[in-house]
């Protein structure tokens, strides 16, 4: 299984962003995904996630109505589109597949984890 994240980068605060997580060795469809953040020193933080079908999406409170989570089972893809991005938004973020299909909030649910790309928001 591997999960491919990209889309990662240096923008300006105010600006935006769309991250990528490519999925390959797994029934996609049939998985939940989500997207997990670290920054230097802290915790991993719950970004969003979505279920098996798109049909369902959670947010973390930090992101809420500025980033939105979105599938398409047809690409193996899902994404993370983040807009009015904030410095401490700046972190590497990690796409991860969640097996109960459901997008939990919890990272000890995810079975599979990508290698995390870095955004850096600048002020």
């Known amino acids: 299984v591997q999960l491919q994240a990209s889309g990662g980068g240096l923008v300006q605060a105010g600006g935006s962003l769309r991250l990528s997580c490519a999925a390959s060795?797994?029934?996609?469809?049939?998985?939940?995904m989500g997207w997990f953040r670290q920054a230097p020193g802290k915790e991993r933080e719950f970004v969003a996630a979505?279920?098996?079908?798109?049909?369902?999406?959670y947010y973390g409170d930090s992101v809420k109505g500025r980033f939105t989570i979105s599938r398409d089972n047809a690409r193996n893809t899902v994404y993370l589109q983040m807009n009015s991005l904030k410095p401490e938004d700046t972190a590497v973020y990690y796409c991860?597949?969640?097996?109960?299909?459901?997008?939990?909030?919890?990272?000890?649910?995810?079975?599979?984890w990508g290698q995390g790309t870095q955004v850096t928001v600048s002020s």
């Open positions: 991860a597949a969640d097996r109960l299909g459901y997008g939990v909030v919890s990272s000890s649910e995810y079975e599979y």
């Open positions: 060795g797994l029934t996609f469809s049939r998985y939940g």
């Open positions: 979505i279920s098996w079908s798109g049909g369902s999406a």
